[in-house]
């Protein structure tokens, strides 16, 4: 297996390289998403199956969909010029800061690796594991998600939603979205892996208490599935009322979370400090609706402005 | 085998600052951005693997860390955009250089 370790990360190193040298952007993309899902073969051998599922649907998945969908945007010349060697430094001056800032990262690393040799890392592991029985749910990263730091995952939602208020205030996309490929073979293939998306994403929203899961792959999966539906030009027309109600659902994840941590204060409890016998049901709900509000989300920010009904 | 992962991180980390800071192209540049923060969050993992029993709270903050990673990317990408459609360029230039 130690062989098996060292292909991996001369892999992801080579993969590095070529995704900040290789000529062009459209090659750069790819190397990224290859790098992706390397890095969730990674976290399984670090035994992080919850990383690897969400590096997997979204640091390689979906961002790699938000980057080509960038690429699509821009003209066919832009994705496919070659790298300027002008815009590479060369000169003493480039060479010194280089040199600098290589060198002091590689100490680093060396001294990190030597103090760590002798550093017994004694991690939360113990205390989580006493604990876990009083958090409602029996997979330790949920718990650390939805109970023990879930106040970290109420500013974390609330961040992705400002993202989309940022993409949506900087502009309009004409709906609905013209897509200029006609596949046969695409949509019929869409309407055949719809159902089978919408059964895993509820699978992996299930599975989140006991297994790894959760509202964050789900939504992943969910937004998949819906650029999916929008690259084989299945579109949902929209109108005054379904914008009111999308914009409901965008906001509906942070909002149940919110509801949830001031019920529980004014019940005399505190922000999201669940009552023991309550906790399991309530990281349910909270769980489903960021769910659906995450893949909304994702969604949204793929799209890349606001939808304009009017135009379309 | 976690002391490789380390290492590996910091020279993840390396390559990807070193893209940051000399690459023009702001597309470039987000995607290095993308890949400095998967070294770090390899870095947090394979500390978390060293302790014994594993500990899963680094875990929870690599899941918040990816999607933050991702709004990031997303806000970015949609200014980098903006920019294109004005100047025609998807590099940022300085005042000389015109």
Not at chain 1, 93 to 100: K, R
Request: charged fraction near 10%; hydrophobic fraction near 60%; glycine fraction near 10%.
């Amino acid at each position: 297996m130690v062989l098996f370790d060292l292909i991996l990360g001369l892999l992801l190193v080579v993969l590095v390289q070529k995704c900040l040298s290789v000529t062009d952007l459209f090659g750069a993309v790819i190397s990224f998403m290859a790098f992706g899902l390397l890095m969730a073969v990674a976290w399984v051998r670090l035994e992080a199956p919850d990383i690897a599922l969400a590096e997997a649907a979204i640091g390689s998945g979906l961002t790699g969909a938000l980057l080509f969908s960038t690429l699509g945007r821009l003209p066919h010349s832009e994705a496919r010029q070659p790298i300027a060697s002008r815009t590479v430094g060369s000169g003493p001056g480039y060479w010194l800061a280089a040199g600098f800032w290589w060198v002091s990262i590689m100490l680093l690393s060396v001294a990190f690796f030597l103090s760590l040799l002798e550093l017994q890392a004694p991690g939360l592991g113990g205390y989580l594991q006493e604990r876990l029985s009083e958090s409602g749910v029996l997979n330790p990263v949920t718990a650390v998600l939805l109970n023990f730091r879930s106040l970290d995952t109420v500013m974390e939602i609330a961040v992705l939603l400002l993202a989309v208020a940022v993409v949506w205030s900087l502009g309009t996309v004409g709906w609905p979205a013209k897509q200029k490929l006609s596949l046969p073979l695409l949509v019929g293939l869409v309407r055949l892996l719809t159902p089978v998306f919408l059964l895993v994403a509820f699978s992996l929203l299930w599975r989140g208490n006991h297994a790894p899961g959760g509202a964050f792959p789900s939504g992943a999966v969910l937004a998949a599935a819906s650029i999916l539906l929008l690259l084989a030009g299945k579109t949902i027309r929209i109108y005054p009322l379904t914008m009111f109600w999308l914009r409901w659902v965008l906001a509906a994840g942070l909002l149940v979370f919110v509801l949830a941590g001031m019920s529980l204060m004014f019940a005399g409890y505190g922000f999201l400090v669940y009552p023991e016998q309550w906790a399991g049901t309530m990281i349910l709900i909270i769980e489903v609706s960021a769910g659906v509000s995450i893949g909304a989300m994702l969604m949204a920010l793929y799209i890349g402005g606001e939808p304009d009904f009017h135009a379309g | 085998m976690t002391a490789y992962y380390l290492i590996l991180a910091g020279v993840i980390l390396a390559m990807a600052f070193h893209g940051l800071m000399t690459r023009a192209n702001l597309l470039r540049k987000l995607m290095a951005l993308n890949i400095f923060t998967s070294a770090v969050f390899l870095f947090l993992v394979a500390l978390a693997r060293m302790a014994e029993p594993l500990d899963p709270i680094p875990h929870a903050m690599v899941l918040t860390g990816i999607v933050v990673t991702v709004s990031t990317t997303a806000v970015g990408l949609v200014l980098l955009l903006k920019l294109y459609r004005r100047t025609g360029s998807l590099t940022l230039q300085s005042a000389d250089d015109d």
